[in-house]
């Protein structure tokens, strides 16, 4: 579990195929050194988990499942990705409740400066759409937001100068896409009135 609340934007340095996965090599200066092998870290919010690590670089593994429905599957050398460690119980919770579980990939619209914050627009997944209302919250690339305003599958945030610097908010362009992850209390919501409506709760299909 997290807060989307970004620590720090850290580097992917390599990336090797293996079978069925893919390594991700990622310089953390300041959070690596932290790091033990197993322990979660939310990587642009996709929950991954820590492999191996070296000074102040640390590893981690994504599966096809993962890199055909996060932003994992675009990174190269250079790509730079926001780093979240997982919350400890008694932590603060200062944004809101993340699971690191990537609905799907958005797309931004347009980033433009409005004063002396960004305003982003988001094309969002429908499903995360439905579920999604407006002052409520969102998770764009681990970074807990609220939606400024909603327009069918296009969702507005709005970005301070703090989270526009010390994020990779920044760094995109529109057409670029984005990680996606619906309000958590939302999701449930919707599932139980949408199990309500039927015989028996929707299944979902295994791959």
């Not at 939310?42 to 996060?70: H, K, M, Q, Y």
Request: aromatic fraction near 4%; charged fraction near 20%; glycine fraction near 12%.
């Amino acid at each position: 579990m997290f807060s989307g609340i970004v620590e720090l934007v850290g580097t992917v340095v390599s990336l090797r195929d293996r079978d069925a996965l893919r390594e991700f090599r990622l310089e953390a200066p300041g959070m690596a050194p932290e790091l033990t092998p197993g322990q979660s870290v939310s990587v642009d919010g996709a929950c991954l988990t820590v492999v191996t690590v070296e000074e102040d670089v640390f590893l981690v593994e994504a599966i096809g499942t993962t890199l055909s429905r996060t932003v994992a599957g675009t990174y190269r050398e250079g790509s730079r990705v926001n780093l979240e460690r997982a919350l400890r119980m008694g932590d603060r919770l200062d944004g809101h409740l993340v699971q690191g579980h990537v609905d799907g990939v958005g797309e931004l619209v347009s980033s433009r400066p409005d004063g002396d914050y960004h305003l982003l627009d988001v094309r969002i997944p429908e499903e995360v759409a439905r579920g999604t209302i407006l002052h409520g919250s969102i998770t764009l690339n681990g970074v807990s937001l609220t939606v400024n305003a909603l327009q069918g599958e296009i969702c507005q945030v709005g970005i301070i100068p703090f989270t526009w610097s010390h994020t990779n908010l920044g760094l995109l362009r529109p057409g670029d896409p984005v990680n996606v992850e619906g309000d958590l209390i939302g999701k449930y919501v919707g599932r139980w009135m949408e199990a309500g409506r039927t015989a028996s709760p929707p299944a979902t299909p295994l791959s």
